[in-house]
Each structure stands twice: as C-alpha cells, then as structure tokens.
C-alpha cells in the first residue's frame, strides 16, 4: 500500500510542474500533496518545516510572478496606470484565456493580458505609440519571467522533496 501511495504522491508532485507550466498554481499542489503525504505516513519522510517552507514560497511566487510584469514594464519607461494594467491585464488575461481554451489559453491570456494591459494604460496616459508599445514588451517580458521563475521554482521543490526519499 505504501509503494502505491509513493506511486501517486510522485505522480501528483509532476502533475504540479505541468500545472505551473500552464497557468495553474502548481506549487501549491506540489505543498499540497507533499502535506497530505506526510499526514498520510505518520511525517516519516517530509517534515512539518519543509511543508511550511513549501508554502510560503507558493505565496511569495504568487506575487512575485504578477509583480514581476509592474517591475519590468517600469524599467521599460512605463507609468504607474501601465505597471496596474500589466498585473491586471495578466490577471483578466489569465482567467479570459481559460474560458476560451482551458490549460493553454490561460497561459497565452496572462502573457498578452500582461502586455494589452501595459500598453493600453500608458497609450492612455501618454499618446505615445512607441512608449506604450515599449511598455507592454516589459510587461510581457515579465510576465514571461515570472512564469518561468515559478517554473524552475516548482521543479526545484520537487527535487528538494526527492531529497527526503532518497
């Protein structure tokens, strides 16, 4: 039974990759499974540290990916109405791209989200075609780094957890 149970906890901590990968919070299933497997076995391989770190870093990688399209589109000369169009147009973008092609679309939603969002609050603010164009490559650079900061983020707790069974 315990060699079924570590078959499927292995299974899960993947699927929670894939998930980030595709604009679902996988590190909080990665957390999620490692608490319910360490309930499962009495915490004989995970401990209640690990689980608690597991966490927190899901919540800082939250914020840091939607933030991390704010700090770009302002070094890419955006204004404050553009850094709040960036995280809000990736977050609008995110969700309006899951109801028209699950899995994917959320992904493609939030990168474009990120940029429409971006240009349109500084084409607002300026008039100037070429900034909120170079304003939305920020925002869209950073959303693409946030996403692939929470990726290597969520591979990383795996092989950390891996190290608890190896």
């Known amino acids: 039974m315990e060699i079924l149970l570590g078959i499927i906890f292995w299974i899960v901590l993947v699927i929670g990759i894939a998930a980030t990968i ?10 999620t499974a ?8 009495d915490f004989s391989g995970i ?18 990916e939607f933030s991390l399209s704010g700090y770009m ?7 404050k109405l553009s850094i709040v169009g960036a995280i809000l147009g990736g977050l609008i973008g995110a969700i309006w791209g899951t ?10 939603g939030a990168f ?11 084409y607002f603010i300026s008039r100037d075609f070429q900034r909120a164009l170079l304003a939305g490559i920020g925002a869209f650079i950073g959303a693409v780094g946030g996403k692939t900061l929470k990726t290597v983020t969520a591979v990383a707790m795996v092989v950390t957890i891996g190290f608890y069974f190896f």
């Open 22 to 31: 595709f604009g679902i919070p996988g590190t909080f299933i990665i957390a």
């Open 34 to 41: 490692a608490l319910l497997y360490s309930l499962l076995t």
């Open 47 to 64: 401990s209640w540290v690990l689980i608690f770190l597991l966490f927190a870093i899901s919540i800082l990688l939250e914020f840091l």
């Open 73 to 79: 589109t302002n070094r890419f000369g955006g204004s």
């Open 99 to 108: 109801t028209i092609l699950p899995i994917i679309g959320t992904l493609i």
């Open 112 to 122: 474009m989200g990120a940029f429409g969002g971006a240009f349109i609050g500084e």
